[in-house]
């Protein structure tokens, strides 16, 4: 009967012990004191708690002996412990905040993200062609960032004190040769590409990683839009421009087309300018586009697009007549092969043929052929939150052909380069990107190593200072290459650049002093071209952006200070080049009212420097208005320079000024969604 | 775009459709049942107290299966449930954090189902929307309908995705 007893205590015991709450509380702190919502659980079980306002925790469990138990909250390092849950009494947790991983952090310095490139999107599409003064022109819209100078005469991109030949374009990571639709000499060009192409564009203003070379001042890599998920038929129509384009969504794919015609014949009558057109622009382009979704990780994107121009205009005793072709595709797949590997592939096809009629002289004829094939792959491994890795391989193949009258010359050569690129943590908040870029030119047979590395410093979200230096590289333009009898070494460029930047969730703030010595620029010897040319272009860019002030409202403001000089081409000694102004200074605002949106801009330019004098300073000022008169309707409307200023865009040797071929520039255009389920998105590109 | 179009309705519907969501990590039956557990609380009690709780559960249960999709995606839903509900509350801008975690986490599971996750980014959009309007309203709009309609064409069944999408052109028309 004792036995009976002693075995149902012994039992009963167990089982009660098998039923029994074990008690378990404690704080969680961090250096700043008591932390709030930490949850803290028995791994494996239900059984947890989130701290209160003073950091106390409090739960029972049914678990018994040895047990982990872990306290998560974003943002900081997980804390565990394991030991008999008897024991997880008063404790006393300390939670160390977690360093942001390479993931998290975007390091932005000397770089201008619009659309997703990032995380969060800045500016969209919309955005772009609404920005004061560009009428549409993904290339006008960019020159609001600081860093950019007005050079009126062709409004290509001319960045920190460089050519405008030391931006490059890359679309989908391929290389375009030819990024501008052309025009007569001092006839602004627009960007060949529409903004409503991409979802993502990420302008570098310099010390960009090994990935991008060629290119000695800038590159502005743009991303396309993802496939498309559903059909879309839009037209737009302008008193310059006529367009239609659509887009067939399929289950994993979708095929986008887009047909424009661009003819200044009619706004030329209705608003005269000053030159004595024959034949007024006017620009055909077609552009398709195939997106493939193959699976979940892997894409495929093919673009193709062609533009034909043609224009004359009777200038200086001669009736100067101008037709150009310009081809370009390219096709890409990345995917992502598991384990944090990427793979990305590509081929991109670029040719141009322009033929112009009384270039010079009258009578004579100029005809210009160039081609490129760039070829490309890449591999990025994450190896760790603090540690990535990039490899990658590409080859321009280019050929060229140059006929005026009955000289000329031809010429092919291909570019080899290969790239490495790491990224990694040092310690918490402190980031370094080193890559390596090397390269050999064919023609020549030389190579040539670069070395860059961005050092950034991101204490919190809102600050962050960075630091980077490189050499990039460029070959000289085909021109001088012949000249210089297939000797001409490529041209190189140092740059360094403090950036320091601050931004809440409605102002930014960046300011960014940089430095750039340039080498071996081709320089005229002799009727020669030699590699004898060098330069230095310094200065400091300054951005203000802010939404704060007033609801839908947005400022910005950028200033750009530079102090360039570089003995190259025919320069006899080193001076500023024509193209550079010593100040630029932009004022944008965009204000949202109901349906409509207006915008402002005021840009100023300091003169340019020219052997027979210095231009008066640039001024406009710029009114835009967009209204969203329909979910499937938008007008838009601008007029550049409203105080009707004739700015002066060039000093000839005899004196005589040289300006923009009118004062005011007016647009109004139409965009229409015929076939949309989406309310104010435009359905052509 | 006004927060009124996610009324407290909104709850409802994610709940009504966790059934049919449960079809898809069928294979995770006592799992399922927890999370189950875990959700039916709210309907009892919806305050912001109710919902950390509940997503704090559900994270314990991911750290039962840390390779599992399910709790995952019940903890970005839940987070954005909360959100959608209570744009400016002291515990939103975490919970968000919560669901973007949870996002990436499913982004790297190789057998989640893309219909969900385009889901729960389109809904992502969508609170991002409620919280601010005026400023987010143009940027979001459209990746917000282009998220549903790729997780509708992924998974026409999905019903979430179908009503997340009617709440936001019910809230379109409204403007």
Known sequence: ???????????????????AQTPIHGTVTDAQGPLTGVNVFVVGTLDGGITDSLGRFSFTTNRTGVQTLRAVLLGYEEYEMTADVATFRNMEIRLREKAASLDEVVVTASTYSIGKSSQIKTLDALDVV???????????????????????????????????????????????????????????????????LFKGMSFS????????????????????????????????????????GGTKAFRQSSLSFNAALTDLG???????????????????????????????NSVLKTYAGYDWTSVGMRTEGRNLSMNEHNVYANATLRTRIGQGCTLFAGVAESAVISDIDDALAAGDRYHNTRNEVHLKAELQQRFSPQFKFSAGVEDYLRGSGKQYNETGYTLSYHLLAAHV??????????????????????????????????????????????????????????????????????????????SMQYATARTLVRIEPYYKWYHRLPLLSDGVYTAEGYGYSRGVDVYLEDSSLLKNLTLTASYSFNDSKRLYLDYASPRTPEYASRHNFRLTAKYGFGKFIVGLAETYASGREYAAGTTPCYNSLDANVTWLAHPKVIVYASLNNLLGRTNVYRINPDGTQVGATRDRFFYIGIFVSLKNNKAYDISNF | MTSRIFSRRLLAVVLTVFASFSLVWAQDVPMGVLI????????????????????????????????????????????????????????????????????????????????????????????????????????????????????????????????????????????
């Open chain 1, 266 to 296: 009619l706004y030329t009558k209705l608003f005269p300018d000053r030159c004595d057109w024959t034949l007024p622009y006017r620009k055909l382009a077609g552009e398709a586009q195939y997106k493939w979704e193959l699976s979940a």
């Open chain 2, 36 to 175: 189950g557990e875990s959700l039916s609380k709210l309907q009892q009690d919806s305050s912001p107290e109710a919902f950390r709780n509940c997503v704090a559960e559900l994270k314990r249960i991911d750290a039962m299966a840390p390779g599992s999709a399910a709790p995952k995606y019940y903890i970005a839903l839940q987070s954005l449930n909360f959100a959608v509900m209570n744009p400016h509350a002291e515990q939103t801008e975490g919970l968000i954090a919560e669901a973007e975690q949870a996002i990436s986490q499913l982004e790297e599971i190789k057998d989640a189902d893309q219909s969900d996750l385009c889901t729960l980014k389109g809904f992502l959009y969508m609170v991002r929307i409620v919280q601010d309007p005026a400023r987010n309203g143009q940027r979001y709009y459209l990746d917000v309908m282009d998220y549903y309609e790729k997780a509708l064409k992924l998974n026409p069944d999905n019903a979430l995705a179908r009503q997340l999408q009617e709440k936001f052109y019910e809230g379109m028309r409204q403007q």
């Open chain 1, 1 to 19: 009967m004792k036995q009976f007893f002693a075995s149902l205590f012994l039992a009963l015991t167990a089982l009660c012990g098998a039923f």
């Open chain 1, 421 to 498: 690129d790491a990224q990694l943590r040092i310690v918490p908040r402190l980031f370094l990107n080193v890559s390596a870029r090397g390269e050999r030119l064919s023609y020549n047979r030389e190579w040539l190593l670069m070395p860059r590395a961005t050092l950034s410093f991101v204490p919190n979200t809102r600050f962050q200072a960075s630091v980077m230096a490189g050499r990039y590289s460029q070959t000289p333009e085909d021109d001088y290459i012949a000249r210089g009898q297939f000797r001409l070494r490529q041209s190189t460029a140092d740059h360094l650049i403090l």
């Open chain 1, 130 to 196: 609404m920005s004061g003064n560009s009428c549409g022109d993904l290339v006008a819209a960019l020159q609001v960032l600081p860093g950019t100078a007005v050079v009126g005469e062709n409004g290509k991109l001319y960045v920190r004190g460089g050519e405008s030949e030391e931006c490059q374009t890359f679309v989908n990571g391929m290389h375009v040769l030819v990024p501008y639709s052309t025009n007569v000499e001092g006839q602004s060009q627009r960007g060949r590409f529409s903004p409503f």
């Open chain 1, 205 to 244: 203003l310099g010390g960009y990683g090994g990935e991008y070379g060629q290119a000695l001042s800038s590159v502005l890599p743009m991303e396309t839009t993802d496939v498309a998920s559903s059909d879309k038929l839009g037209v737009s129509a302008s008193l310059l421009d006529w367009n239609v």
